[in-house]
């Protein structure tokens, strides 16, 4: 019995966050380890281009990303780990599945509808037809499970409805997919609480796996945890949550401080500084090496993972244009 299917992919706009760690990453790699699926990780870098980056610091962050997935725990022997733009399948049945999607399902997402209103100075097709690149990401290795954050839900019942429409008019060959939706901490912002961490916010907001440890104490000197209105402040609450889930040995100490309101916020973000930079120390130098090697193991590791994939989605795709008349 083959395997189950697991597919996933981060788009590479910038070094990897906290939140893209706990949130996304570690569950990958938890999955890769418990040796269940055959697990497929990818950098999207097609639908990065959909993005205002600059084409030198899409080429640079397309290698970071890939180092930083490997240098989290994604093991190129167990995991089929792949750049997307390498495998020319992916634009081609993303064509396909054009042809089989209504374009009013598309200006109903709500990813599109975000980004015509923040990403005002070029809103291309690429941003509407998004979610059917992202389909083809997953069909093509016909996964039945994808784990991603629940912003992603509405394009993967998306992707649900494009395996069906394809089914409905060439015959069945679609499997149905399923999002994988694990338990996963919100990380919030650390100058604006209320909002989900993310690297579009800007710099401050945010701490990279690869911060130094002074960078992160910097950061965290300058989180907010002042309390609003009486309302518990979410800020101190996010802290907290991020010592917990970093290990910190001291955590179970801050939050009966917190409850009884003796927390010193200096002592929290200086002990959660530490938990981040300790649960990083390994994952910085295998990055850097990763990124500086004069050997080119990270281009050894993604041409490997290229061919496997290559050979799974040609078998996709072969069989695609003949359903679809193609040949
Ligand atoms: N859209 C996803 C995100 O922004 C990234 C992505 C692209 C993806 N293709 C995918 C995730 C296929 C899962 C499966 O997070």
Redesign the pocket.
Known sequence: MSKPVI?????PTGNLHIGNYLGAVKKWVELQNSGKYDLYI?V?DL?ALTGNQTADNRRHQILVAAAELIAAGIDPKKTTLFI?SHIPEHAELAWIFNTVTPVAELYRMTQFKDKSVNQDKNINTGLLT?PV??AA??LLYKATQ?P??L??VQ?LELTRDIARWFNNRYGEFFPEVKPLLTNVPKVMSLLEPTKKMSKSLGQGQVIEMADDPDTILKKLKKAITATEGGAKAPGAQNLLLLLEHFGGSNYQDFAKAEKAGTIQYGDLKQALAEAIADTFAAFRVRRQKLLDNETDELAAILKTGGAKARRAAEKTIAEVRTLVGLR
């Open positions: 597919i996933s992919g981060i788009q990818f999207a639908h997307q998004y690149l992202q990401d997953v994808v991603v954050g912003d992603q394009h």
